[in-house]
């Protein structure tokens, strides 16, 4: 999952043991540092016996209790016992056995009075009711997901990351519900339409990652070798999905636990490996040891899938299977290094599938999956570095994003590359042998690393992870007698002071029958291009070849007649982004430009990961930097590509990508006759394998652009059998209403935290709300969507703020939509700076469609 923070002064609060405190611990809402670096100087050996009694109702309370035991060294300051609930919700606490004490419930904290506390070992009883929010109920199901601070909300607990404890649970459930936790079950006991669950004790683990999934689920178990068995719970009902899923989930997850534990020296962590499926899940998975947390339709495919799916559900479970080495069993100090347990998440999901790929194939997919979404928040104005300050966890939320999840792979990996890549496995190795089942930072981490490396690692530290931004590349070549004289490249920061990112790539120049390729090494502002001089003046040039570079390269436009012909699937991808990058900087192609160009490319390029990039572009540039008056000149020229080059390519997964971005542009009265009539058959186009999912979605979409909206929604519920995804079609029915009153009623309805419950729904809904057919009613939402922002980062899941502004900004390109994010933020000029740099990073093209439509239209 995600985070960022103060260095120094951080590291050094957090590093030092104090046992005496200048001036008393203030007594504040969520978790301080101040609090955070108290408590682990003074507490250890923490252990929870806790134990919840869950009712057959949903809105039933769930009781609770906790006996927490812990050694003190320090009885000078009342203790804090985080617990984010009303007083009402904390029947007694007793301390030692059977004494009742006296207690405060006080800014989200239980505080008990110093009288009450002993130097060495103290045990308390908490008789509770549980919190619902983060326990994510529904009618026959629930799951706890406490990242990063929501553990508070549920139990008594010390919510922060390095005080890590051993948690023993009691699960009390209606009979039926299946269970799965963090440790194995050692008993259970059946009686009066309930089934209670002993579960052994955990490993060592923090807060946040304690968890526990019950319901109505179905259960199977296989082996993940060297006698290992998983467990897997899911509620998945299509039988043609599980036939080819169940068997891929396991296989994925023994093949990523072989190869990590070759990598790291390190056997598997942990006692157990479970996870379970859980529909409409807030991320796309949730690391818990035992219990990991999927995405239901992230593992359950079918034959329809594409490649980009399967390699998808294949990168997920890598992901979340490195994540038992980094961040489950060395855990950052503190949430400000949360990208550390990310960055390698990633990094090694990365590496995973480079084995399974081949280095060609895996570097592609890097640079797909990684730059784009880097770009999209360091290329705005409220980019914000890797690492960031973070002064209590209530806000630690906020630090999630791209930067951490895809910035920050592309760091480590030039940083693997600066290091070489035995050194660097050395490093990591020595890292997680020196902090197992402990607490490390990012300055623990360089310490180690540096001691396998000559280069100054906390000078390229500065700029690549503690500052935010890209660098621009421009370049100068010169020519004498049909020959390169001079070839220079440089770069500069695209907003703030000078800096240098320290870093490698290749730049090719092309020739009729050969290409040049040239390494650089790009480790000052400006540099000449010795290995150039001389060479005969190329057809074009290529800058970051090899897709390693990071910033904003230039554009070569004589390559426009060369991008479809270059042999490498890399080398084309990388050539895509790069101008489209440049498209958004004003540097090279204008956007109807850009779009024609690629269009070429529907037929022509067959590499399914670089066919679907280039559907992306042209679905974004269409919507978000073409005027809506102008929108109706291209419609029918691309509908009519986009068919014609989905009935050419030959590979089925080719022609799917084709069809759904012509499922999204489509707005002729022919391709809705055409659209409905598929969707109404269920007769696919000639090649293509449409799944119950991808009916669903044309349903919607012709909900959205033709007068059918209600009926053509519930009929495809009436279509679909299981539970979950009809009660995913009734939620989103009233947002794709015809009628305004109806999609205003249920905007409305979601500022009511009850009504959000399930996110991912809320934001699909946001999505057709405001999609661009849909604005001359809903830009009215949209100064209720900012005010919104605050609430939805204290009561949502980590990622909620972003996918919420994004969902309902994504698609906005009028003057007056900026008009309100600019008036919002001038309203308020003390606002939240982590959520502010959200809003500028999600409207951003927003921003830039200001610039780009202007010039356009001169």
């Known amino acids: 999952m995600k985070l960022f923070y103060k260095l120094t002064l951080l590291a050094l609060g957090l590093n030092t043991v104090v046992v005496a405190q200048q001036k008393p611990v203030a007594i504040e809402p969520g978790v301080s540092l101040q609090l955070a670096t108290y ?20 809105n039933d309370k769930i009781l609770g209790s906790l006996l927490l035991q812990f050694d003190l060294k320090d009885v000078s300051e009342p203790l804090q016992i985080d617990f984010k609930q009303a007083a009402d919700h904390i029947q007694t606490v007793r301390a030692g056995g059977d004494r009742a004490i006296d207690f405060k419930v006080e800014k989200e904290h239980i505080v008990i009075a110093a009288e009450y506390l002993k130097k060495g070992h103290n045990d308390f009883t908490i008789y509770f009711t549980a919190g619902n929010e983060s326990l994510n109920r529904n009618d026959d199901f629930l799951y706890a997901l406490f990242v990063p601070d929501r553990a508070r909300t549920v139990f008594p607990c010390f919510d922060q990351p390095d005080l890590k404890a051993v948690f023993t649970l009691t699960l009390e459930v209606p009979q039926g519900w299946k269970v799965l936790a963090n440790a194995t079950i050692k ?21 946040y990652l304690f968890s526990f999934t019950a319901g109505k689920y179905t259960d199977v178990k296989q082996s993940v070798g060297e006698g290992r068995t998983a467990e897997l719970l899911y509620r998945e009902t299509d039988p043609n999905k599980i036939k080819l899923s169940v068997d891929s989930i396991f296989k994925a997850h023994a093949d990523a636990i072989a190869f990590l534990e070759k990598w790291t020296g390190i056997a598997f962590p942990f006692q157990k490996v479970g996870f379970v499926a859980i529909p409409d899940f807030q991320f796309g998975g949730m690391e818990h040891p035992g219990e990991v947390q999927y995405k239901a339709n ?29 961040g489950d069993m060395v855990t950052m100090r503190w949430f400000n290094d949360v990208w550390m347990k990310e960055v390698f998440a990633n990094f090694m999901a990365d590496k995973v599938a480079e084995k399974l790929q081949g280095a060609e194939a895996f570097n592609q997919k890097f640079l797909q999956d990684h730059y784009p979404a880097a770009y999209g928040v360091d290329r705005t104005a409220g980019a914000n570095p890797i690492r960031q300050q973070l002064d209590n966890l209530q806000d630690a939320g906020s630090l999630y994003g791209n930067i951490i999840y895809h910035k920050a792979p592309i760091m480590m990996r030039q940083l693997e590359k600066l290091m070489g890549k035995d050194n660097f496995q050395k490093g990591v190795r020595e890292y997680l042998k020196t902090y197992a089942y402990g607490n490390a930072t990012w300055n ?26 890209r660098p621009v590349f421009d370049y100068s070549v010169k020519y004498a007698a049909g020959k390169i004289s001079s070839f220079t490249l440089s770069q500069h920061p695209e907003s703030g002071a000078a800096r240098l990112w320290p870093q490698v790539f290749t730049i090719k120049l092309h020739y009729p029958s050969y ?6 090494n790009m480790d000052k502002q400006q540099i000449s291009i010795a290995a150039a001089k001389g060479l005969t003046k190329p057809q074009y040039i290529l800058f970051n070849a090899d897709g390693m570079g990071y910033g904003l390269f230039p554009t070569d436009k004589n390559i426009a007649d060369g991008l479809f012909t270059m042999k490498s699937p890399l080398e084309r991808a990388s050539a895509y982004i790069i101008a489209y990058e440049d498209m958004l900087a004003g540097r090279s192609f204008k956007p109807a430009e850009l779009m024609t160009l690629l269009e070429k490319g529907l037929t022509v390029e067959k590499d399914e990961m670089n066919l679907r990039l280039i559907n992306g572009y042209i679905s974004g540039i269409y919507w978000g930097f073409v005027k809506a008056d102008d929108r109706p000149k291209y419609t029918a020229g691309l509908e009519q590509l986009l068919w014609s080059a989905m009935e050419q390519q030959t590979a089925a997964n080719n022609k799917k990508i084709l069809f759904k971005t012509y499922q999204d542009i489509y707005l002729s009265h022919g391709a809705q006759s055409r659209i409905y009539q598929i969707w109404k058959t269920q007769q696919a186009p000639a090649g293509i394998k449409l799944t119950e999912d991808d009916y669903t979605s044309l349903a919607l979409s012709i909900a959205l652009k033709s007068d059918t909206a209600t009926s053509v929604i519930k009929q495809q519920q009436d279509r679909v059998t299981n539970v979950d995804r009809k009660n995913r079609l009734a939620f989103l029915m009233p947002a794709l209403s015809l ?20 996110e991912a729904w809320v934001t699909v809904a946001l999505a057709y709300l405001n999609h661009p057919l849909r604005q001359s009613t809903s830009i009215k939402y949209l100064p209720k969507s900012l005010d919104l922002v605050e609430e939805i980062q204290r009561t949502g899941d980590v990622f909620f703020p972003q996918s919420w502004l994004a969902a309902v900004f994504g698609s906005y390109q009028s003057k007056a939509a900026w008009q309100v994010v600019a008036d919002f933020l001038k309203a308020h000029p003390n606002y939240n700076p982590k959520l502010k740099d959200k809003i500028l990073q999600a409207t951003d093209n927003l921003y830039r469609a200001q610039t780009i439509l202007k010039t356009n239209n001169k």
Not at 42 to 52: A, E, H, L, Q, R
Not at 310 to 322: G, L, Q
Not at 515 to 520: E, G, L, S
Request: proline residues 2%; without cysteine.
């Open 39 to 58: 408590r682990h100087s003074v507490i250890s050996n923490i252990t929870y016996s806790v134990g919840f009694h869950i009712p057959k109702k949903r």
């Open 187 to 207: 008993d259970s006991l059946k009686r009066d339409k309930i089934n209670t669950y002993f579960f052994n004790a955990t490993d060592k683990l923090p807060t």
């Open 298 to 326: 992230a593992l359950f495919l079918d034959d329809g899938a594409t490649k980009d799916q399967f390699i998808s559900r294949a990168n997920v479970i890598s992901h979340e299977t490195a994540h038992m080495w980094f």
């Open 444 to 469: 623990d981490m360089i310490a180690i690393l540096s001691k396998y490396s000559k280069a100054d690692l906390y000078t390229w530290n500065k700029v690549w992870v503690n500052q935010p931004g």
């Open 515 to 520: 290409d040049k390729v040239i390494a650089v």
């Open 739 to 758: 009628d305004v009153k109806e999609r205003d009623a249920f905007f409305a309805s979601l500022g009511d935290r009850k009504n959000r419950a399930k």
